[in-house]
């Protein structure tokens, strides 16, 4: 166990990070700095700076960082149209990067040479927060203590929350059984009945929005404004981005929008089910996608949906802070400069439908789209040529078998 | 215009093509052969050999096609999860190179030496018929009558109708005012009001599936078995490829399942607005993920997203007859040996709703993914040393700066 | 023939060019602008103005382009290492835009509503050159007279030249039996013998470097120095791109280094024979990845070579003014932030050997990489974990089986 | 340390492997059985036989799997033109999946429950060995000493082998100061003066082959025979996969040809300066591109080209028993079948010059290709359509703007 000095945490408040905070000073007598932030988890953050003055800690850090979250993660990475194989939003990847970033801010400032966080040693977590960390501060230490320590059942824990008299909330009993992540992009649920993917999700579980039967029987209409990929009004109205997804959580929760159950595969090694509700970014994905269908060239949007998968990789995997991703963001920005004007699409019972798209800078075009006269606007035989060039090699093809 | 002494037609048996069977005789005084195919569009095809005949045809082939297309085209599609632009399910796409083979192979069994049909000069499918043409018999000869003649107007086209007493039906008045394309895998709508991309489809326009607001107030549940990548029963019941198709798009058109509007980038250059109804391909596309998604290894998974939009792309573009996608398939084929087990799914209102997966060839490892104690099944020290490696070059990346 | 009142003409000062400078005049009735640039093909361009004045022109350009050249189009190229079908160093294909651009910016310039070129309908070239001027000016006319007249043959074309007194230079006999093509990057040899791919190329043939087998004796070394990428100095003297690419030419061809014989799939759909030299084209494509190699991290370093052939084959086939070039060429330029230090290398009888590269922002670290005692600084046990969880999912698989 | 019965190691019969034999015994008071195989590394393997004896071996295993190498590792990854990172051409990569299936098969044969290498913690090899036993035997338990034990120092390491009175050559004094790695495909040199990048190989490193400079002043010329994208015959002699490439390497590095001085990126995070002698592959690489330019269609080679890195990188890494190469493989075999002909090259101090490519399968069409009049093979008057099609979206694009 290498000197440590002092060690900024990841901590939410509740009874693990709590445990942690206690358990670094004690195993590696070094003070330690908490930080908790407001990325949208819809928990007050403050009453952490009490929990962690009672336990001892003297700098403590609590950043409301959901607009900094919503403008320089969530955003960049829905120009991409970014999913993780096929159905996963990827709501806790792109939270990481920043907590991580955020983390080793702080270290830099407090003159911290490690930090820590809560993530056990089998998920994802701890890569991202990890590969952020040392990508950031190439030489700061990490301390993982589901890794390193031996509480590894809930019973071990409560003995040492009780042997160090660490304080802990009384309604410890009415937890819910999921382990459970959220921010501004969604609420994720794992653990529990959830392991046998054969069976269905609970309806209890689900939190953020209702069922598509009990969502209202009158679709929602709703008019997004974009610039540069990115929504910046709803309704007419301007709005923050942070703003944005709050706006649509809320809407799209009321609707039905945006649950998912999968099993996903996990850069550690193993299959895991995971179930998770994304109002705002399930609408966000379809909405862009429409607001691109008219703005973006056919080939622009053709490499982006080549490149997305291995992009929405990357974050999945925890590289945010890499070369490679900031080489796809640069691409995935440049194509972004047109995509502007407007969508317009219902919300019903778990559907986001879309009605409308316009837009000054559109690529549509309807006098050559027409079935229509089109006045010559497109010369039909030009078709001719195409077709035989391009099957010229198909038809030596032909000859050669 | 080059000598052509018997041409195989693409007869739907419509006006259109009943035109075209006219003015090819008139124009190449050759020798016309029609061919009809029942693929699922829907329509009785029998009624096409009389209306050929009315004309002076003497070669007249109408075959059912609908098992060979599901089972040879659309099938082998879904192992891929193919869409194009992140929404088309290439309905329109994949039927026409089987268009195009039983024409070219009809050509070679009556001696023909051209084929012909009845695509625009503005649209994806004359690519489509002519590329799988000509990539099966490279010295055909291809007609395209409306990249030729002057009948671009629907006045021209009556007037010749008439003047070449070519038999209608009375039906003319109440066609749909929308060019349509049906087949076992969806129903499509161009043009009309649809040129406009931020007007709203008609609700009358829709013919195969109820609006989610009319869809039933109960979910219908599905039981899919697959094997190697395939749907085999539905409910326990064997099914033939064609017979699930148009079972799924019977219960999914009842619960209004797979509307789609949306603007798309035609391969000979301009944006198209189109509006699709596929039921059963939008359940087939979540559930075989969902198989997927518990039997197919990470890596095979994210190489086959990877190049699932280019595949998509070559479906959509008129290349099914190429070496590249038969590569692709070689790939994809081989990765679905084990994608076989059980997908239950609920449908409602316009949701496909997964609820479980189950499969003797599970990758899912409950024992290791367990938030409970493992047993040792994974050793959570081994994540350490996975992200130190992972993490080195970042770090010497991170000095470099 | 729609209406043209005047049209650029990419204008080399050649037989061909000057009898299209004659025939725009008399078949179109339109005015007719000459455009000649030296990008270093190695002829003189002045001698193009008198032949343009003779031709009847009033409007002549002659740039000298080949900095603009050599800075905004090989070196952008080079920082990409691309190579096209792994052979081809595209040398005519970059130099096309270039020339799209100046015919375009010209048009403006002078109230022309047409370009026009001198390039075949069987080639690569009219392609580049059409799809530039149609990118950057969209309503332009493109008139390419190969597609159009009947001047087909060598004898028709010299009966138009007698017939409309056409100044041609005497040394007409002499000429070359291969079509050719040069600029600062390469030569290109094509037709004639070289149309039997299993004929080798005549010894004659080759005009910018000795052969191997006549190169000197001696290795010549040199040491580059790169700055984002590109080269900056040759053994310690500054020099611009231009003055790069002329010096390493020579050098290059002296060594007998760059040639290349190769049959290549041309866009519009045949292949064909081409020979090529590209003598500093070779050392740099050679020299800038021995600098990448200790300055760019490797997973930038692989998506570079995994984008590498498509945007190969971009420029190939003509589209360098596009958004997709541009996206990637975005995603590469700020891949080579870090790309500076020096290359040492040996030109030996057609062999570019790299014998050192050094950076102060090498990611080389020889503590980490030591066979011998590295102190700590990489922790072997590591590897176990790593390669742990790597394996989890093919441990999973074999069972699977 | 879990329990072991018995071992199976890797044993080249040098002394590193000697010394590990002896502390297997020790450390794990197990049974070891050792495997030594011939692929080509140029040394007699049978004297392995009386030094494992010695060491008190009783199941000892040599194999000639020089025939196996070629055929199913060698060619096969040849037919897909691998090269990692540009330059690397993979011949420590592509040997190690061979032996890790021989050690698990034996371990099958023998009843042993483990398996172990001689690679040490710092290496892609100990990834190549154990990703391998791991994929074909999920249960399998390895042991990599160089992990494990605290003989980091050839002092240490020479103290144990007189302790333990291992026997070992008198010519311990003369070894090569290089880390060294051979078989049928390469020689491969680390380490020394080579972990400076900037310092040039020593001329007395290579062994394989002589410089360019002291190659013979005449070129040789070879005849290679290709069937299904593999070398059947060369200059008309039916010849074995590893005849082949045996005659390669010979003629090969009598002409200099093959060096490669680099710094790759490993796997496990650092960069790594090597040296490689690959006669035959430089040749076999060179050769096959040529075959395939005249018998490969354009989309299947770029296919292949665009996938070839990841390929590469996958046997780089040690994934070649996985899923993912697989699905390739297939990809990639199936573009072989027309893969058929002759290529004539020139082997000249370093150079490889290909002089002539021909094919009953040639796809290569003089009449379409050639500049001379081609009797309307090709319809110059279709490449305006062509044109015209592909550039509606930039001319769209253009207006956006």
Chains 1, 2, 3, 4 share one sequence.
Not at 101 to 122: M, P, Q, Y
Not at 140 to 150: G, H, S, T, Y
Not at 234 to 241: A, C, L, N, Q, T
Not at 272 to 291: D, N, Q
Request: aromatic share 8%; glycine share 8%.
């Amino acid at each position: 166990m290498s000197e440590v000095k002092k060690v900024v945490l990841a901590y939410s408040g509740g009874l693990d990070t709590s445990v942690i905070a206690k358990w670094l000073q004690d195993q590696y007598q070094c003070e330690v700095v908490t930080f908790t932030a407001d990325i949208g988890q819809g928990e007050e953050v403050e009453p952490a700076r009490a929990k962690a003055h009672a336990l001892g800690i003297k700098e403590v850090f609590i950043e409301d960082l959901r607009e900094e979250f919503a403008r320089d993660f969530v955003f960049p990475m829905f120009r991409a149209n970014a999913v993780y194989e096929g159905e996963y939003l990827l709501g806790t990847s792109i939270a990481r990067p920043l907590i991580a970033k955020r983390l080793v801010e702080i270290a830099e400032a407090t003159g911290a040479d490690a930090i820590s966080h809560g993530a056990t040693g089998k998920g994802n977590d701890q890569v991202r927060f990890e590969l952020g960390a040392y990508g950031l501060k190439p030489d700061v230490k990490v301390i993982a203590p589901w890794r390193e320590w031996d509480l590894l059942s809930r019973e071990k824990l409560m003995a040492y929350v009780d042997e160090h008299n660490i304080p802990v909330e009384q309604k410890k009993g009415n937890k819910s059984p999921y382990s459970m992540d959220a921010n501004l992009l969604h609420i994720s649920y794992e653990g529990n009945s959830l392991e046998d993917p054969w069976t269905e999700a609970e309806a209890e579980m689900w939190r953020w929005s209702v069922s598509p039967e009990q969502a209202p029987d009158q679709a929602t209409e709703l008019v997004l404004t974009y610039k540069n990929g990115d929504i910046t009004e709803i309704d007419g109205k301007p709005m923050s981005p942070a703003t944005v997804m709050e706006y649509l959580n809320k809407v799209g929760g009321e609707n039905g929008i945006g649950r998912a159950d999968l099993v996903e595969n996990r850069y550690v090694g193993m299959k895991s089910r995971g179930c998770y509700e994304t109002p705002a970014g399930t609408i966000m994905l379809k909405a862009h996608r429409a607001m691109e269908s008219i703005t973006l060239d056919r080939e622009a949007a053709h490499l982006k949906d080549e490149l997305m998968p291995r992009y929405a990789k990357l974050i999945y995997n925890g590289y945010w802070w890499s070369p490679e991703r900031e080489m796809l963001q640069a691409m995935i920005d440049i194509s972004q400069k047109h995509v502007e004007g407007k969508v317009r699409l219902k919300l019903y019972k778990g559907n986001v439908i879309i009605s409308g798209r316009a837009s000054d800078k559109s690529l549509f075009d309807e006098k050559i789209a027409t079935f229509d006269d089109d006045g010559g606007a497109y010369d039909q035989k030009d078709a001719e040529g195409f077709i035989k060039l391009n099957a010229l090699r198909l038809r030596l093809g032909a000859k050669q078998k």
